[in-house]
Every structure is written in C-alpha cells, then in structure tokens.
C-alpha cells in the first residue's frame, strides 16, 4: 500500500486548494479512505472521510468548505478546499483502511493503519 499526496502550497485567506492522493498497491473504492491534518504543536486530526460504500464523514470545522471526492479509475483520493481562512494551516495527510468503518469512529486516527508523507497547505491572512 502507498498514499502520495500532492496539491499542496500557500494561499491567502479565503482562498482554494484541490489536494489529491494517489493510491497504489491496492483498491481504493473497497477501503475508507480520508484526509488528516496536524498543525504545529497539535494532534493530528480527521478532517474528511470516504467509506467503501461512498458516504462521507466531515470534522464540523470544515463542513460546507472541503469536498472529499474519489475517482476510482484513477486511484485516486481529492480534497477541495473552499474558502481557506489561516486555521486551515497544516499538513495534510491522506489515510486509508480496509472499510468500512463505523461513521462514528471514522475521522479517528487510531482507526487507520496506511498512511501518505504528508503535504503542506498554508493560508495566511
């Protein structure tokens, strides 16, 4: 299993970014898959989640900003997001599991064994 993440890069605020991960060694429409974040000096944390069965799970921080998406031709997991405001700062990290995972376990960290290097996305003011 191998997640690249790529996308990432410096916005101002209120701003987009379509972050994608390619996926290989593996089927990505039969796992769950989602995007993680970790900010400097804080825990990484879930941001979006899209189980096998194509549902999707969001962190109320983002909710009505980030889109998470997957085309399963490509392989490949995407994150747009909308109306970038500074808290976004982070680097992201693209995550996968054999699903399904329960919906209130989804955006946990714990919950994900497969992890991509990560890519930096920061907003400023």
């Known amino acids: 299993v191998q997640l690249v993440e790529s996308g990432g890069g410096s916005v101002q605020s209120g701003g987009s970014l379509r972050l994608s991960c390619a996926a290989s060694?593996?089927?990505?429409?039969?796992?769950?898959m989602g995007w993680f974040r970790q900010s400097p000096g804080a825990k990484r944390e879930g941001v979006a989640v899209?189980?096998?069965?194509?549902?999707?799970t969001y962190a109320n921080s983002v909710k009505g900003r980030f889109t998470i998406s997957r085309d399963n031709a490509k392989n490949t997991l995407y994150l747009q997001m909308n109306s970038l405001t500074p808290e976004d700062t982070a680097i992201y990290y693209c995550?996968?599991?054999?699903?399904?995972?329960?919906?209130?376990?989804?955006?946990?960290?714990?919950?994900?064994?497969?992890w991509g290097q990560g890519t930096q996305v920061t907003v400023s003011s």
């Open positions: 899209i189980d096998s069965d194509g549902s999707t």
């Open positions: 060694g593996f089927t990505a429409s039969r796992y769950c």
């Open positions: 995550a996968a599991e054999g699903g399904p995972i329960p919906q209130l376990f989804r955006l946990l960290v714990s919950q994900y064994n497969y």
